[in-house]
């Protein structure tokens, strides 16, 4: 990693993310209006995410931190001590040091491609768990990522929480999976949170709490777009919506045109009829056998599954 640190973020002369524009511009071109979900997380976006996580419809984080917390025991057992363990878009994750804690790790090593926030949260660590050889690295790990050579002989646990997973159609999650599994090695495991299906007015509610921190969530997209890419959405024209697609097995979320309307990014104009909508955000749930069966496909054994008291959440301890 170069001391200057790598710019992941390729930037034009205006400062604008061409990967963003480029992104916006083809996916408000389809039918289906459609801009990639990993747009949503802004500085902005970011903070209204961790807002989320406090609303009361919103029960996967609170779940899955339940397990970590009651499943220590388990956890040392299954997984024992002295591995590298490897976090997957850790950000700034308080689920950390229950993993941390009950398997006495060699070393932590989290992944982000959010530098500042990264090197951040890996600073924190550090402090709380002072015997701990702690190794940020800035990468996009969607892709292969070289690890951290101190770690080399140590087996890994890869650990992906929040049900990041099923943010992607499958074939994209078995080529993550891939990813991981090429990232970790031989002898790896991986602890992976995934969401459960259940009753869709659960579902939809935990994507449209009454407070309307997810409709801020998802609406913000819409401002970040006029912001960085001149554009002229109507913001006030669009609405909020989560909808259950039982075919898929997935929340989408939506922005809603209330009206007719007619905008420009970037200098290319777009048009939205009345019901007509951009799709923001899949969120796909799993059944004990679609998750083991997308965990094979990605090259990972199941060994254990853990549910919270309600089972509305499911972690699950694999090896490669
Ligand atoms: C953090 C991506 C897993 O899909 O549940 C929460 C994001 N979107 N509410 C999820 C999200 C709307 C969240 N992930």
Known sequence: AAEEGIALVDKDEQGVDRAFR????TGLSYDQKAVPARWLYDDDGSQLFEDITQVEEYYPTRAETEILTERG?????????GRAVV????GSSVKTPLLLRAI????????????????????????QFPGLAVHPVEADF??????PPETADMPKLGFFTGSTIGNMVPRTG????????ATLGAKSMLLIGMDLVKDRKVLEAAYD????????????????????LDGTIPVDALRHEARWHDDYARIEMHLVATRDITFEVAGRKFAMAEGESIHTENSHKFSRRSAFMLLRAG??????????????????????
Request: with cysteine; proline share 4%; glycine share 6%.
């Open 87 to 90: 976090e997957f878009g850790s």
């Open 73 to 81: 025991a388990d956890f040392a057992n299954a997984i024992g001590p």
């Open 142 to 147: 969607t892709k292969e990522v070289a690890l």
């Open 104 to 127: 006495d790790p060699a070393a932590y090593v989290p992944l982000d491609i959010a530098g500042d926030f990264l090197r951040a949260a890996a600073a924190d660590l550090a402090q």
């Open 209 to 228: 709490d009454a407070k309307g921190v997810t409709a801020a969530f998802n609406l913000n997209l819409a401002h970040r777009i006029n912001r960085e």
């Open 22 to 25: 480029e992104e916006v511009l």
């Open 299 to 320: 090259g990972w054994t199941p060994l254990q599954r853990w549910l919270d008291r309600q089972e509305r959440y499911s972690l699950i301890l694999c090896r490669a």
């Open 174 to 181: 078995v080529d993550l999976l891939r990813s991981m599994r």
